[in-house]
């Protein structure tokens, strides 16, 4: 196997998380090419926090709960972007 990530910085980023099983999935499938990895969220549940800590090297997390249904309901415009606008964005 060709470890392209090792003794590089993965940063791992999402909107939130729920459940925590898809960062989970991503951060072991990263961690398999022995990178440094650090997840960062604005939201998350205490349990998946913990659960990630187990292969993450830093987690950075600006809001730690107790638990919640959606992460949508941390957030005040939690508005779908679409393709073209995050195109658009990537382009400038």
């Not at 590089?8 to 499938?29: E, P, R, S």
């Not at 022995?34 to 659960?51: G, H, Q, R, T």
């Not at 950075?60 to 959606?70: E, Q």
Request: include cysteine; proline fraction near 3%.
């Amino acid at each position: 196997m060709c470890y392209i990530l090792n003794n590089k910085t993965v940063l791992l980023v999402d909107d939130g998380i729920a459940t925590g099983a898809t960062m989970f999935a991503a951060a072991q499938w990263v961690t398999r090419q022995k990178p440094k990895l650090i997840v960062a969220v604005p939201v998350a549940p205490k349990e998946s926090i913990d659960k990630l800590s187990e292969v993450a090297d830093r987690i950075v997390v600006i809001h730690c709960c107790s638990s919640y249904d959606n992460v949508g309901e941390h957030y005040i415009d939690f508005t779908e972007v679409r393709d073209d606008e995050v195109e658009r964005i990537m382009k400038k």
